[in-house]
């Protein structure tokens, strides 16, 4: 997958007839997925997915977590493995959230020149979430997708972060259709019957989940320190259910 950086007034490389889609897209989760596919079916060229460089949750407290469910270098992973041809990460700051709708439409949306844009039922942008799908839909031919729900509640990262801060891994797992795994490096073992892992030292951003992993020995045969490892919740971290001292 081609991944294109870029600022506000930059213009990145462009792609003809892209079908691009809009979201947050923390967890890549079955309703950020169902977008794909829908764009995979309507493109007549790429498919893409506009990112952002940082968690936007960071910038305005509203209450939601701070937690992440995938880091940026995973959910690049994450989009190609599910056929994405084209990322386009925005490098974002306060000012970048304060953009009123139609700024965001012309000095983010326009620049990329989509023919397409799909976007889940709820889609809002711009400062306070003014913008709509009607605004949209004045600028772009717009897909849109409806929510997504699983045993009557709407599938969101919210909904699988408290799941996964309350154990219910599998939980997780059905609304994100994968198993959970976290990312990052391995720097520290102990010499008693546990791998203990500082999250401070493990992953650059805020994890969902305990404060300090502590994984049997045994089921970390294959790690190495200094290399990047994949521990997937759903056989080693869903055994801890609450931060540990």
Do not use: W
Request: charged residues 20%.
């Amino acid at each position: 997958m081609e991944q294109t950086l870029f600022s506000l007034g930059e213009i990145p490389s462009l792609s003809p007839k892209l079908t691009l889609c809009l979201g947050n897209f923390d967890g890549v989760h079955l309703g950020h997925q169902a977008l794909i596919q829908k764009a995979q079916q309507v493109t007549e060229g790429d498919v893409g997915v506009l990112l952002f460089d940082q968690n936007p949750a960071q910038f305005f407290p509203n209450g939601k977590s701070l937690s992440v469910l995938t880091s940026l270098e995973d959910k690049c992973r994450l989009f190609a493995s599910y056929g994405v041809e084209r990322s386009y990460i925005v490098k974002v700051s306060r000012a970048f959230f304060a953009l009123s709708p139609e700024d965001f439409i012309a000095d983010v949306l326009s620049p990329l020149k989509p023919e397409i844009l799909v976007v889940g039922s709820d889609y809002s942008f711009g400062k306070n979430a003014a913008g709509n799908l009607p605004l949209l839909k004045k600028h772009f031919r717009v897909e849109e997708v409806p929510l997504l729900e699983r045993e009557g509640k709407k599938i969101s990262t919210q909904a699988i972060i408290k799941a996964i801060q309350e154990g219910k891994i599998q939980e997780a797992n059905a609304e994100l259709g994968r198993p959970y795994e976290v990312h990052g490096t391995l720097r520290e073992i102990s010499t008693q019957n546990t791998l203990r892992l500082p999250i401070g030292l493990f992953f650059s951003e805020e994890l969902v989940g305990p404060t300090l992993l502590s994984i049997p020995l045994a089921a970390t045969k294959s790690l190495v320190l200094g290399q990047e490892q994949r521990l997937r919740q759903l056989r080693m971290v869903f055994l801890i259910k609450a931060n540990m001292p």
